[in-house]
Antibody, heavy 122, light 112 residues
Framework: QVQLVQSGAEVKKPGSSVKVSCKASGGTFSSYAISWVRQAPGQGLEWMGGIIPIFGTANYAQKFQGRVTITTDESTSTAYMELSSLRSEDTAVYYC???????????????WGQGTLVTVSS | QSALTQPASVSGSPGQSITISCTGTSSDVGSYNLVSWYQQHPGKAPKLMIYEVSKRPSGVSNRFSGSKSGNTASLTISGLQAEDEADYYCCSYAGSSTFDVVFGGGTKLTVL
């Protein structure tokens, strides 16, 4: 069974960066797109970007272009999301999620991590 | 890319059927059969209920079904049960040029 386990909660200062990890187990890591989705308190889901590890090139939502970097380490089956220039509005739970289809980013996310709360506060 | 439009809330009594709509544009819902639906209980991660418009993942009850017509997708839940009370989000692939994925704003389902 596929499992995605994320790193723990973070508290960050405005203007700093945060890097969240997502370790996959129980499936083929390289062929399935990993997306990052965030959810601000009391708000809806927001797609930030995604990557297919075997291809290595990440795609980002226009809103986060220039501020987010998504990478993977195939040797450890881990995906990373780094968000820079943090502001209070970035306070949210950040989820990683795996696509249902291999070799393509569809946005149909069949497996989710447990979420990582990132709090941005001075 | 703008969010997909969902009703803020829907309600129904146990045993009834409800339908949640998800309206997009010809650039997302209307162009791709890559619409998915997620159920989210408070404090939990979202759970995939429907993918590629009408496919059900293994383990999801057949009370949940999906469809699409033009730029609008729909999720129907039949035989409502108390445990169906949750937030529901639709999602669509939105283009190979931008590789965008867009979510709806979410619908709160209340089982009366």
């Amino acid at each position: 069974q596929v499992q995605l386990v994320q790193s723990g909660a973070e508290v960050k200062k405005p203007g700093s960066s945060v890097k969240v990890s997502c370790k996959a187990s129980g499936g083929t890591f390289s062929s399935y797109a990993i997306s990052w989705v965030r959810q601000a308190p009391g708000q809806g889901l927001e797609w930030m970007g995604g990557i297919i590890p075997i291809f290595g090139t990440a795609n980002y939502a226009q809103k986060f272009q220039g501020r987010v970097t998504i990478t993977t380490d195939e040797s450890t089956s881990t995906a990373y999301m780094e968000l820079s220039s943090l502001r209070s509005e970035d306070t949210a739970v950040y989820y990683c999620a795996r696509d249902v289809e291999s070799d393509i980013l569809t946005g149909c996310l069949g497996y989710w991590g447990q979420g990582t709360l990132v709090t941005v506060s001075s | 890319q703008s969010a997909l439009t969902q009703p803020a809330s829907v309600s129904g009594s146990p045993g009834q059927s409800i339908t949640i709509s998800c309206t997009g544009t010809s650039s997302d819902v209307g162009s791709y059969n890559l619409v998915s639906w997620y159920q989210q209980h408070p404090g939990k991660a979202p759970k995939l209920m429907i993918y590629e418009v009408s496919k059900r993942p293994s383990g999801v009850s057949n009370r949940f079904s999906g469809s699409k017509s033009g730029n609008t997708a729909s999720l129907t839940i039949s035989g409502l049960q108390a445990e169906d009370e949750a937030d529901y989000y639709c999602c669509s692939y939105a283009g190979s040029s931008t590789f965008d994925v867009v979510f709806g704003g979410g619908t709160k389902l209340t089982v009366l």
